[in-house]
């Protein structure tokens, strides 16, 4: 099978490069705002997957597309991307000493081989409590902006976490080892 990742993430990229997948990029350009965030979680991350693989396979359709998306979830709200450094520390402020949930929808589409299969992984994160001088120096030292719920395990934010229960390739940004799994059945 000959992939493309509809994404530029940086996280997704490397994620699949470790597991020697050879792919191409091409990052889908759909307006994540058509899809309600009064959705269930799991159904939102899923829909927009969907809806980023969809994009780029109805024109590469021998092609098998990869489209993903990740959210944090807490207090039944659903957390994006901050807009802003000011939202990005509101979103570290809710995140302190709390329970969370980080899901990656994943949506592989085929036009010429009939291939049309939507999942979500989910895992759980312990933040640690935070200082406010903790969320500022990690703001200034991390791009927070391009990360849901403003942090990526991956780099400096490790030192926030008490414990996690579920993939970390998934808090990452993207669930590999389901990925896979699924991907055998196909």
């Not at 902006?145 to 780099?155: E, N, W």
């Not at 414990?163 to 940004?173: L, Q």
């Amino acid at each position: 099978m000959k992939f493309i990742l509809a994404s530029k993430s940086p996280r997704r990229i490397e994620i699949l490069k470790k597991s020697d997948f050879k792919f191409k990029v091409i990052p889908s350009k759909i307006d994540e705002s058509v899809v309600s965030t009064k959705l269930k979680p799991e159904n939102y991350c899923m829909k927009l997957a969907e809806l980023k693989s969809n994009d780029i396979s109805r024109k590469n359709p021998e092609y098998t597309v990869i489209g993903a998306d990740t959210i944090v979830f807490i207090n039944d709200k659903i957390l994006n991307k901050p807009e802003n450094i000011s939202e990005a520390k509101k979103m570290l402020t809710l995140l302190s000493g709390k329970k969370h949930k980080v899901l990656t929808g994943v949506s592989l589409q085929n036009q010429k081989l009939n291939i049309n299969s939507t999942f979500f992984d989910v895992s759980e994160v312990n933040f640690y409590s935070l200082t406010d001088s903790e969320i500022d120096n990690y703001i200034s030292r991390y791009n927070p902006l391009d990360k849901a719920g403003s942090y990526g395990i991956q780099d400096g934010s490790a030192i926030f976490i008490d414990k996690i229960n579920g993939s970390y390739d998934n808090i990452m940004g993207f669930p590999i080892s389901k990925f896979y799994q699924i991907l055998k059945l196909i």
